[in-house]
């Protein structure tokens, strides 16, 4: 039987007309009411993500897709929006990274085990901006990944979350590679809730509270105003025991010494505030007005690696001396001599105030028995007038690092159908986006070392600012080709300009201070200030256009045709397609599948960024820069402009539908070419310095390692996704079983030494290649409730980015569970703990000389874990919650 257009109901014209971007959704996911479980057997999950028709229920649609709805996300002790997801979606990880610069304060998820900028992120169907925060310590996968900041996206502003497990760049452009994550916001002009949650982990840190509401308000009698808020203070956490050498240090009379002088754990969290406001309006029968957009703002703060009082270099790195013993000036150009001042006695890096030429008078001080430096040594240095950091800091110091995020966004447009001329009958959208993420950087703590006794202990190291503007035209009209209905065919034209913008520090987190030449470090240890060099703006433009069609050759048999073609005034253009099927092989069973290219563009700030990093290498800390890849440096090191991903993949799957049971079964492969990532630290000989100072490359001296994004390996992900839902009357109530299980594999088919074999392994090897979720939901009329249990196969546990700590780690699992009473119509209480058995991540392991293994609580940074655990170090969190609503 045919679908005519004039049958359709006014809202599913607006849903249709809404589907060239997506952004309508014409069903609720679940009930929001609690005692609406015998109404969720009728509810059909119904999504707009994945295609340009008519929106489709999950099991019709010939593309793997999961709706998970508010209510669900709502469901889990903790507030990140990342983490409410990961236990919905088996194929999506999520790692918090304890000591990762940047990636602290935005952190990465990876969707089918590709980084966090090849999941395409849109808000009621339009395209989210990014972060302005590169993950320039990203844990392998992540390491230069910069992908929209989804934790600003509160579950109490939204209605469901559409996840898309299919590449769709033909669809929707750059970034679409692994697949597509859509947030739709509430739309209800009536109601709402307030809600206040308190939690605390296990080990009694971390403690977080949350105050979250939503009110559905009426615009006019023919619209809506839904608006939402979340406001969040957490503590910080540490997993941490105090590191050996600062413990020799306490042990040998050393005062000051932080215990634990490094800290690994959750970041502090202050003021986390979002505002969240969806407005719709009905201007005619065939026409709507829709604006939404956000407010968010928090301030991070983490720990960064202990200096030691004696061996950090550049602060209190060793008096260089000759072939003799003998005091003497560096000669950088020496290899010899280089040679020799390593292997000298330890000694405590002396500067003369008076200048370069001094140096070699002032006092050698070299370090005792004990570890400590000589005390009648140090005490002589002022008589000199010589300068050492141990005068002033001689516990050492640990800086920490922070950030202010600032996000903003709104999107303007009107959809609606066309009622004359020659588009009568076809669906428009017209809309306008910017969206805005700052973030101000700043770092406490710490030293400028090359400005000696005069240096500030707190900095403002500069920001980072991302705009982007999007304008969107979309049209789709269904034909009438005698079929078993009509032939949906849209298009449309997208217009995008991406701006990332570096704005400089303060003078004193970039200044090469007086001691620069005498070996002392530049800028803010830990992490530079921008220099004014640095600054300015960078910006592209793009853009595209793309027909996409649906054909249902049969009842049974329908195909779908996309190609989108992209201009960038950078690096050029792009051509990509998709073609989609689904068979209906029986009443209950479907099967589909899907063939697609793909790409990923650089993003400007990858290609314009630079920035100087604290990096251990061989277990010493050292100052390393993430240069542009057309820096002269870079270039030197085979860095060249960087060029977009490139991808092929296809799925091929199956739907089993049969009364309360729900099946899906689907495998996806996805290969990457010239996959863009951070290449490895790349270590500076002494003559690379000395051409790039002949170049007029300033500040060399201070570099010990360099790295830049380039696009430099292919890599093949393979995986199996299985989704099942089976519901039914139970003990007196209403219960819900779903399983998810994931099996994802990633291989590196080629690579150079830029990428380097510790690297690969991190890609290959650090996520687990099998995970799974089974959650019983159970209602009653007074109480409802869940039991979760997640599973996570074998992994590599990687310890302080360094390869000589790494090993595979077990496979474990966690249980979550969470219970609600209703105790009137509008008041509830819940209580609920995540990892509630309190699962240890995997302990760091030592390795002894007669290659056997011990368990220890000690090593030589004080960590615990390894911090690549897939459900992080923390431990188990408790949580408790009232809610209001009206």
């Not at 998820?109 to 395209?127: E, F, H, M, V, Y």
């Not at 390795?847 to 897939?870: H, K, Q, R, V």
Request: charged letters at 20%; a negative charge.
């Amino acid at each position: 039987m045919k679908l005519q257009t004039n049958a359709l109901s006014r809202a599913i014209k607006f849903a249709l007309a809404s589907t060239a971007t997506m952004g309508l959704t014409v069903a609720s996911v679940q009930a929001e009411e609690a005692d609406a479980g015998a109404e969720n057997k009728k509810i059909e999950k119904i999504a707009v993500v994945g295609s340009r028709a008519a929106p489709r229920s999950v099991g019709d649609s010939p593309v793997p897709i999961d709706i998970i709805g508010g209510d669900d996300l709502s469901k889990a002790g903790g507030d990140d929006m990342l983490e409410l997801l990961k236990g919905s979606v088996p194929s999506l990880n999520v790692h918090a990274n304890p000591i990762s610069d940047a990636a602290s304060l935005v952190r990465p998820a990876n969707l089918r085990g590709l980084p966090a900028d090849s999941t395409l992120i849109l808000l009621n169907g339009k395209r989210r901006h990014r972060s302005s925060v590169i993950a320039f310590l990203g844990g392998g996968i992540n390491d230069g990944a910069q992908g929209p900041d989804i934790s600003v996206i509160p579950s109490v502003a939204l209605k469901q979350v559409e996840v898309l497990r299919d590449g769709a760049a033909a669809q929707y452009g750059s970034d679409a590679i692994a697949g597509v994550l859509n947030f739709v916001l509430k739309d209800a002009s009536e109601g709402g809730s307030i809600s206040v949650k308190q939690g605390q982990y296990y080990e009694g840190d971390g403690d977080t509270t949350t105050v979250e509401g939503n009110i559905g308000l009426p615009f006019t009698d023919q619209g809506f105003a839904n608006l939402s808020f979340q406001y969040k203070e957490a503590d910080p956490t540490s997993r941490s025991v105090q590191r050996p050498d600062a413990q020799a240090f306490m042990d040998a009379g050393l005062e000051g010494v932080r215990d634990p002088a490094q800290v690994w754990g959750a970041p502090e969290i202050n003021d986390d505030i979002t505002l969240f406001g969806n407005v719709g309006l009905e201007l005619t029968n065939d026409s709507q007005f829709y604006m939404f957009g956000n407010y968010s703002e928090r301030d991070v703060k983490g720990g960064f690696y202990y200096r030691n009082p004696t061996t950090r270099p550049q602060v209190y790195g060793g008096v260089i001396r000759n072939v003799n013993g003998e005091p003497t000036r560096r000669h950088p150009t020496d290899e010899a001599q280089q040679a020799a001042w390593d292997a000298a006695t330890p000694t405590v890096l002396v500067g003369s105030l008076d200048g370069y030429d001094q140096q070699i008078n002032c006092p050698v001080v070299e370090l005792q028995s004990n570890g400590l430096p000589d005390q009648a040594a140090l005490d002589s240095l002022a008589a000199a007038n010589c300068f050492a950091f141990n005068n002033i800091l001689p516990a050492g110091f640990t800086p920490f690092f922070g950030g202010n995020i600032t996000d903003t966004s709104l999107t303007i447009g009107t959809k609606g159908e066309f009622t004359d001329g020659f588009m009568k009958g076809a669906y428009y959208d017209f809309s306008g986006s910017v969206g805005r993420n700052e973030s101000r950087y700043f770092i406490t703590n710490t030293v400028n070392a090359s400005m000696g006794p005069d240096t500030p202990m707190e900095f403002s190291p500069g920001k980072y600012i991302q705009l982007e503007k999007n304008f969107n035209a979309d049209f789709s009209k269904g034909y009438d080709f005698d079929l078993a209905y009509d032939v949906n065919v849209a298009g449309g034209l997208e217009w995008k300009e991406e701006t990332f913008e570096v704005i400089p520090g303060d003078e004193a987190s970039f200044i090469a201070g007086p001691l620069t030449q005498q070996g002392f470090g530049i800028g803010s240890n830990g992490f530079p200030g921008f220099k004014p060099s640095q600054g300015g703006e960078f910006s592209r433009r793009s853009y595209a256009a793309y027909i996409d069609i649906e054909t249902p050759f049969t009842e049974e048999f329908l195909m779908g045709w996309a190609l989108r073609y992209e201009d960038y005034d950078t690096f050029g253009s792009t051509t990509n397609y998709k073609v989609t099927w689904q068979y209906h092989a029986t009443e209950d069973l479907a099967l589909r599948g899907s063939l697609s290219t793909g790409f990923r563009a650089p993003t400007v700030g990858q290609a314009n960024v630079s920035n100087v990093q604290t990096n251990l290498s061989s277990g010493v800390l050292v100052d390393s820069a993430l240069l542009p890849p057309t820096n002269p440096v870079s270039q030197l090191l085979g860095g060249s402009e960087l060029q977009p991903e490139e991808s092929q993949s296809y799925t091929f799957g199956a739907v089993y539908q049969s009364g309360d049971l729900f099946l899906t079964i689907d495998y996806y492969n996805i290969e990457v070419e010239d996959r863009l990532s951070q290449s490895n630290k790349i270590d500076l000989t002494l003559e690379q310095k000395a051409a790039l100072k002949a170049d007029g490359v300033p500040n060399v001296d201070s570099l010990a390692q360099v790295s830049f994004f380039t696009n430099d390996f292919d890599t093949t992900t393979q995986g199996v996704d299985i989704v099942a839902n089976y519901s039914m009357d139970l003990l007196g109530g209403f219960a819900t079983f779903s399983a998810a299980y994931n099996w994802n594999e990633t291989e590196v088919d080629k690579f150079s030494a830029i990428t380097g074999d510790f690297k690969v392994a991190r890609l290959e090897k650090d996520l687990p290649q099998h995970r799974a979720t089974y959650t019983w939901t159970q209602q009653w009329e007074d109480f409802s409730g869940f039991l979760r249990y997640n599973y996570y196969g074998e992994y590599q546990g990687v310890h302080v980015d360094y390869d000589a700590t790494a090993i595979m780690a077990d496979p474990s699992f966690t249980f979550d569970a969470e219970l609600t009473y209703f105790a009137t119509e509008n008041i509830s209480l819940t209580v609920g703990a995540n990892n509630i058995f309190d699962q240890d991540a995997e302990k760091v392991v030592d390795f002894l000389e007669d290659g056997a293994t011990e368990l220890t609580p000690s090593n030589t940074w004080g960590g615990i874990y390894y911090e690549t655990s897939p459900y992080g170090i923390n431990g188990g969190f408790y949580y408790v919650k009232a809610t209001y609503t009206f």
